[in-house]
């Protein structure tokens, strides 16, 4: 698979490449990721629906620190996933 997911369940957004799940903390007020923008090895940007504004926001997330911070080597990581898409539950 060349591909990962983005979702958002609760408070958290999660990112699942192969068997990996990761989960962190997304804004309090977030909806749902409509569309992704751009990929571009770690960074991720996304069309966003929050709570308290009726139109859709660009935002974007940066994964590299948050592999690193995991220990993951993210250059070997990331260089695997040639895109991403919103999965959607």
Known sequence: MDY??????????????GQDIFRFRAPYS????SEIKEWNHGYIAVMTKYRHDEKLIEEYI?????LEN???????????????RIQYD
């Open 4 to 17: 990962a997911t983005l979702s958002n369940k609760g408070q958290y957004t999660i990112f699942c490449y």
């Open 30 to 33: 977030l909806e749902y990721y």
């Open 62 to 66: 940066d994964l590299v620190p948050i």
């Open 70 to 84: 995991l220990y993951v080597d993210s250059d070997m990581y990331l260089k695997q996933i040639k895109e991403v």
